[in-house]
């Protein structure tokens, strides 16, 4: 009885291994066919895909990193540091709940998970405002 316990534990722990490596091999195409369809390379990112509001609301709270590679361009070439409130709702959308944040930033947008290898924590786009202007725009990570 005890081997037979034995053999199905290290059935089911290689049919887990098979289905993590499996799940994380689709995650790596269907990214790195995303990004290479951008002229990005997979492995180092898209630190240059350009700000667009339509796929900053489509990935809003899927784990791609789509925003993550969009916040460089939105934070230095589009500029949300001086714009309006309604600017920022109109671009961005609705933001996202972070309890943690909330005493840091009026707004936190979800970028993904951090860039490191190995990590358990994630960035967001932190937003505050003076009189409806943003006075602050920095990316966090928690």
Not at 13 to 21: D, E, K, P, T
Not at 50 to 65: H, K, M, Q, V
Not at 69 to 97: I, S
Not at 109 to 131: I, M, R
Request: hydrophobic content about 40%; aromatic content about 10%.
């Amino acid at each position: 009885m005890r081997g037979f316990i034995h053999y199905i534990f290290v059935t089911m722990c290689g049919v887990l291994v098979l289905a993590s490596v499996v799940g994380a091999t689709a995650v790596v195409l269907k990214y790195g066919v995303e990004a290479e369809s951008r002229s990005c390379q997979s492995s180092g990112g898209c630190q240059d895909w350009p700000f667009d509001a339509r796929e900053w609301a489509t990935y809003g709270n899927l784990s791609t990193p789509v925003r993550s590679w969009m916040v460089e361009d939105l934070l230095n070439n589009v500029g949300v540091t001086g714009q309006t409130r309604a600017w920022v709702d109109a671009n961005l959308g609705t933001p996202d709940r972070n309890d943690k944040l909330a005493p840091r930033c009026a707004y936190a947008y979800w970028l993904g998970p951090d860039q490191a290898l190995v990590t358990t924590q994630s960035e967001w786009l932190c937003l505050n405002f003076e009189a409806d202007v943003v006075s602050e725009a920095v990316v966090l990570r928690q």
